[in-house]
């Protein structure tokens, strides 16, 4: 007998990492997904709802972008007639305001968001929370002693709290940071992960049984896809290189595109399933570098350390007033990318990453498409989420599958 798929929804979705993993879990049915970027969504949307049909979108929400705060003020009583009929709902709010690597800001207003996921879980109530966000969302904000506090000990505790309302059954819930790379990520990025379970639920699963059965997990689950659970770098896109040969781009005809060469290792021939032959991957456009900057590009790979931000001698030697560059190692994962493509160069190769490789060391599978613009600049950077950022934002979907997986023993 078939089994029923399990519900879930999809909190600042982004361009559908987390949800790619429930699908290929091939154990849980998403409701919705809510997504602020028309860009991320457009992407989720031509993937997941419109090519993989893994959405039961219900009739009252229109298929587009949304902001969870919207939501929550036109939607709450169909919210509210969720509460009991939805097993999880995952995501975490957007980061920047958290992140170590770039400007800590407690008063930034993405910050309020997790205040907008409580109030969500709160209406909805499902068995199971999977909550994601930066390493920094664990840290005190240090420049304010009075208003400081340690968000991820927040979240705890108002999840924790079923006094608020005699409606609210409350969570017990257990958090831990996670490095990714651990889990067949061909790269070091490390992200707190919390696992919340019903109070009513919890009597029967601890929420820390989440990570220990994640690492229990792992060897079955690579040896099952012909996998090493460590990825390098050169293992992820050596199939990927400019010097295979170079193709017009479709749309963008003042750039060149990359084609495929002989896979070289388990992950690319994993990437490359369902692409059906296609010689030609998707948003695998390289950026024109001048002479110049190549030549500057090649000197580096030469002679600096690898994944290390240049040294401040050789960033005077080459003229270089950029803040990061760093050139990576191929014998490695490399370390968090973010979404800025010029901070990193290419291992072998004098130029920056393509979005496809991006997404590689994502672990997007290539037949996962890309929409928008690759790039954006100045004002435009705090309102549109171009390819690069879609990306650089994502959970790796090979580790979001992982999840699917033991959530859904924990459920059983």
């Not at 004002?379 to 997986?405: C, D, H, M, W």
Request: hydrophobic residues 35%.
């Amino acid at each position: 007998m078939k089994t029923q798929k399990k519900t879930y929804i999809d909190l600042f979705a982004g361009c559908g990492g987390l949800s790619l993993g429930l699908y290929n879990s091939g154990q849980w049915k998403g409701l919705f997904a809510i997504e602020k970027s028309a860009d991320a969504f457009q992407t989720l949307k031509h993937n997941l709802i419109k090519n993989k049909k893994h959405f039961c979108w219900p009739t009252w929400l229109p298929q587009t972008q949304h902001d969870i705060n919207d939501i929550l003020k036109r939607y709450s009583a169909e919210l509210k007639s969720l509460k009991n009929h939805v097993d999880l709902v995952v995501g975490g709010p957007p980061c920047q305001g958290f992140s170590t690597a770039g400007r800590r800001i407690e008063s930034d207003d993405r910050n309020k968001l997790i205040n907008s996921y409580i109030s969500f879980v709160r209406l909805v109530q499902p068995k199971v929370i999977f909550f994601e966000n930066v390493k920094g969302f664990t840290q005190q904000f240090d420049k304010n002693k009075v208003r400081g506090r340690i968000y991820s000990e927040y979240v705890k505790k108002e999840l924790d709290r079923s006094s608020k309302s005699k409606d609210f059954i409350g969570y017990d819930v257990y958090g831990e940071l996670v490095d990714f790379s651990e889990f067949g990520i061909p790269q070091k990025r490390t992200r707190f992960i919390l696992v919340g379970v019903r109070k009513d639920y919890a009597e029967r699963v601890n929420p820390k049984v989440f990570f220990d059965a994640l690492r229990l997990n792992k060897e079955l689950f690579f040896a099952s896809k012909n996998l090493n659970i460590s990825t390098t770098l050169e293992e992820a896109i050596s199939d990927l290189l400019k010097s295979n040969g170079q193709i017009e781009t479709l749309n963008f005809k003042m750039f060149k595109s990359g084609v495929y060469s002989n896979i070289s290792s388990p992950y690319q021939k994993h990437m490359r399933l369902e692409i059906n032959g296609n010689s030609k991957p998707d948003s695998h456009r390289f950026v024109n570098h001048n002479k110049e900057t190549e030549n500057k590009f090649e000197y580096i790979l030469q002679n600096a350390e690898k994944n290390k931000p240049l040294s401040e001698a050789l960033k005077k030697e080459l003229g270089i007033k950029k803040h990061t560059i760093i050139p990576l190692s191929g014998t490695t994962p490399t370390p968090t990318i973010t979404t800025l493509p010029d901070d990193y160069i290419h291992y072998c190769e004098p130029r920056i990453f393509t979005v496809r490789e991006y997404a590689r060391i994502q672990s997007f599978p290539d037949w996962y498409e890309f929409k928008g613009k690759y790039t954006t600049g100045g004002k435009l950077r705090t309102k549109e989420v171009p390819r690069y950022s879609q990306v650089g934002n994502a959970i790796p979907p090979l580790f979001g599958e992982q999840v699917g997986i033991v959530l859904n023993h924990m459920i059983d």
